[in-house]
């Protein structure tokens, strides 16, 4: 019912900066906790970002913090991921992330997911 469009990914060289963004539509209440999850090669999805309803209650992974932040606009229903001096090591798919719970998000069972973009970062 609830679909997360994402957009933002790409290539860009070691230092350089992507911006995410996802929008969710088709929901009932006036907003979702949202956040972005990260999957490389071989390896588990990971948990990299997350924001509540109102735009509080921001976490971030220990690996980003510093060089990410995470927002929302002011309709609450779009969710940005600024990535800034990006190293070889955040190369991964990047995923959406909502829920009507924002500690659903963070335990990595949301109840939606987006379709997934790809970010890769030149050494």
């Known amino acids: 019912q609830v679909q997360l469009v994402e957009s933002g990914g790409g290539l860009v060289q070691a230092g350089g900066s992507l911006r995410l963004s996802c929008a969710a539509s088709?929901?009932?209440?006036?907003?979702?906790?949202m956040g972005w999850f990260r999957q490389a090669p071989g390896q588990e999805r990971t948990f990299v970002a997350s924001i509540g309803k109102s735009g509080g209650d921001i976490s971030y992974a220990n690996s980003v913090k510093d060089r990410f932040t995470i927002s929302k606009d002011s309709a609450g229903n779009t969710v940005y991921l600024q990535m800034n001096g990006l190293k070889p090591e955040d190369t991964a798919v990047y995923y959406c992330?909502?829920?009507?719970?924002?500690?659903?998000?963070?335990?990595?069972?949301?109840?939606?997911w987006g379709q997934g973009t790809q970010v890769t970062v030149s050494s």
């Open positions: 088709g929901r009932t209440s006036g907003s979702y906790a």
């Open positions: 992330a909502a829920d009507n719970i924002r500690v659903a998000i963070k335990a990595g069972r949301p109840s939606y």
